[in-house]
């Protein structure tokens, strides 16, 4: 099979995915029997795990799995190539796009706000802890779990709802925990020009040639298996350091976030996917990249690494009840 009749069949295979989980939001009522509502969490849930799993399976048994290459390759290609793709072909108005980027905004702060007062309350190091449980993981976990919750109108949502999470990751969280603002590295990044690309495209209101969004749509295709699989093998390589400590800090991650999720329902009225996609996005576990970033300078990697691990696996736990939540937002 040659290149076009490869990614021919992809994008088949896309539109039977979304096909099957268009309809969810359209569907799902709480008078719907339990059966039913379960068989539709069931379906989104069980490929996160699957492929999770796979990641988890080849890092455990070291079979030639090399995550940083393959993380690598997911930041400068994959995850630009997403991101361009998904906010230049969806059919979300730009007014749409921009109340995203400021509820993702909103949620941060709502979340950073938060564990500042827990930690100022508990003495517990701010510089430590209050990236990982202010910030969500919502490339890893978040994209790939609204994109099977709510198809294409959910992976645009969070791609948006993401690159805003990445600018605060690569900006605020390295400052904080080195003291220092490096605008220069965050130049060098990209998912920084392939926003760029997208703000010029939609502002200029000029389609994308068709060779772009063909090529950047197959380049994006990967990032769902690819972030799923990383974070499988990131579990595997991670370790917990003093489980009650860190049990405790991911039922408090898990806190901030339902409740800054909650929040930004309330205060932006949210309805539809766009509700259901947010409370899923601000409900993910701490971001994996705080854990690098804490390893990167030397600010106790190994106590975030301990809250990761515990929160991923607590998420994961609670994500069919977390899904049957945003459903019933999403269909309200």
């Not at 989980?21 to 799902?28: D, G, R, W």
């Not at 849930?45 to 390759?73: D, K, Y």
């Not at 490096?182 to 200029?204: G, M, N, Q, T, Y």
């Not at 929040?263 to 996917?273: E, Y």
């Amino acid at each position: 099979m040659d290149a076009s009749g490869l990614f021919e069949c992809t994008k088949q295979l896309q539109s039977l995915t979304f096909l099957r989980h268009s309809s969810t939001t359209e569907q799902l009522g709480w008078e719907r029997s339990a059966p039913q509502v379960s068989t539709e969490i069931f379906q989104i849930v069980a490929p996160v795990f699957v492929v999770v799993g796979i990641g988890f399976f080849l890092e455990w048994r070291g079979m030639g799995f090399h995550a940083e290459s393959l993380s690598r390759l997911a930041m400068l290609l994959g995850t630009p190539a997403l991101v361009f793709s998904s906010l230049t072909g969806t059919a979300l108005p730009d007014d749409s796009l921009a109340r995203i980027v400021a509820i993702a905004v909103s949620a941060v702060l709502v979340g950073g706000g938060i564990a500042f007062l827990i930690l100022t309350a508990f003495r517990l190091p701010r510089t430590t802890f209050l990236a990982p449980l202010s910030l969500p993981n919502a490339g890893n976990a978040g994209l790939p779990i609204v994109f099977f919750a709510f198809a294409d109108d959910g992976l645009a949502i969070g791609a948006a709802y993401f690159f805003t999470i990445a600018l605060v990751q690569y900006t605020v969280v390295p400052a904080l925990v080195s003291g220092e603002l490096d605008l220069k590295k965050l130049l060098r990044e990209p998912l920084i020009w392939s926003i760029v690309a997208v703000l010029l495209f939609r502002i200029s209101d000029v389609a994308p040639p068709g060779i772009v969004m063909d090529t950047t749509e197959l380049l994006g295709a990967m990032m769902i298996p690819v972030m799923l699989i990383l974070l499988g093998g990131a579990l595997a390589r991670l370790r917990v350091r003093d489980i009650g400590t860190s049990a405790a800090l991911a039922f408090l991650r898990l806190a901030i976030g339902l409740s800054a999720g909650l929040s930004l329902l309330w205060l932006f009225d949210l309805s539809g996917v766009e509700a259901g996609a947010i409370f899923l996005l601000t409900a993910m576990p701490s971001a994996l990249v705080t854990y690098v970033i804490a390893e990167h300078y030397g600010k106790d990697a190994e106590r975030v690494a301990g809250l990761v691990v515990s929160s991923t696996v607590l998420n994961f736990m609670l994500l069919p009840g977390l899904i049957a939540a945003a459903l019933y937002f999403a269909a309200a």
